[in-house]
């Protein structure tokens, strides 16, 4: 029984893998917080890709300090 799940594990990340790959993720080697997020998402809904799901993730940019003079 664990050996299905595994391999069903396994075939849902390769589906959302081409999901991915499908919407051009893998096409720019630089990233940013939001485009990984998004490859991840996408990896981790799998099938859902073809269903409708279209996950995005809005990384909040942080405003770091500068250190004084």
Do not use: H, Q
């Given at each position: 029984?664990?050996?299905?799940?595994?391999i069903?594990?396994?075939?849902?990340?390769?589906?959302?893998?081409?999901a991915?790959f499908q919407?051009g993720?893998?096409?720019?080697?630089?990233t940013?917080?939001?485009?990984?997020s998004?490859?991840?998402?996408t990896?981790v809904?799998g099938?859902l890709n073809y269903?409708?799901?279209?996950?995005?993730v809005t990384?909040?940019?942080v405003?770091?300090?500068e250190?004084?003079?």
């Open positions: 029984m664990g050996r299905l799940i595994g069903l594990l396994v075939v849902w990340l390769v589906i959302g893998a081409i991915a919407r993720y893998f096409d720019d080697t630089r940013n917080c939001s485009e990984a998004d490859i991840a998402l990896v809904a099938p269903l409708g799901v279209n996950p995005k990384c909040a940019d405003d770091v300090p250190p004084s003079k």
